[in-house]
């Protein structure tokens, strides 16, 4: 099973700063990594799937990048309805495996 | 437009199994698969199986293989989760979302989650 391993657990930025958010895979994933969104009492949003392409409705201040083993969400500016936990996901191979969540925060 | 509607909360007791369902509309079932996953209260996402729309292959988590059955109803465009021998860690948030496909497997629309509550 791919282990997906994200960083830093929890990430305190204050509103218009930048937010980096890691993943890693303990093996190559290739180019398929999605990241989702999640908010308290809500379900998981997509925001980025194939490592960089936004979903539909995805604002720009989101981007993905990386590939193999090694990924990256940026939040450019963040907004206040931006903070929530950010889960990565790769998606070729069984079974699928998410990473365990980084807590956006407000500073 | 796509949206995925999954069944009410449950409360089963230890033992018990639980039949959580997922109803898509808005696009053509067949040409999508559906993942389950579930999210124990304060915990990550934990993918559990996957079913093709198109043919009925499964895929299924290790931790939960033997007691999950994930199946689909194409007259109904209905998909299901069924958990057998529930235990206390299965005390859930279950979720059922559209699969894009097998070899670029994200998840573009998720149901509601269905809670599913195990005690004695």
């Known amino acids: 099973e791919i282990v997906m391993t994200q960083s830093p657990a929890t990430l305190s930025v204050s509103p218009g700063e930048r937010a980096t958010l890691s993943c890693r895979a303990s093996?190559?994933?290739?180019?398929?990594l999605a990241w989702y969104q999640q908010k308290p009492g809500q379900a998981p949003r997509l925001l980025i799937y194939d490592t960089s392409t936004r979903a539909t409705g995805i604002p720009a201040r989101f981007s993905g990048s990386g590939s193999g083993t090694e990924f990256t969400l940026t939040i450019s500016s963040l907004q206040s309805e931006d903070f929530a936990v950010y889960y990565c996901?790769?998606?070729?191979?069984?079974?699928?495996?998410f990473g365990q969540g980084t807590k956006v925060e407000i500073k | 437009q796509v949206q995925v509607v999954q069944s009410g909360a449950e409360v089963k007791k230890p033992g018990d199994s639980v039949k959580v369902s997922c109803k898509a509309s808005g696009y053509t079932f067949t040409r999508y698969s559906i993942s389950w996953v579930r999210q124990a209260p304060g915990q990550g996402l934990e993918w559990m199986g996957w079913i093709s729309g198109y043919d009925g292959n499964t895929n299924y988590a290790q931790k939960v293989q033997g007691r999950v059955t994930v199946t689909t109803d194409t007259s109904t465009n209905t998909a299901y989760m069924e958990l057998r021998s529930l235990r206390s860690d299965d005390t859930a948030m279950y979720y059922c979302?559209?699969?894009?496909?097998?070899?670029?497997?994200?998840?573009?629309?998720w149901g509601q989650g269905t809670l599913v509550t195990v005690s004695s």
């Open positions: 979302a559209r699969d894009v496909s097998i070899t670029r497997g994200f998840l573009d629309y």
């Open positions: 093996q190559s994933v290739s180019s398929s």
């Open positions: 996901q790769q998606c070729n191979n069984w079974p699928r495996t």
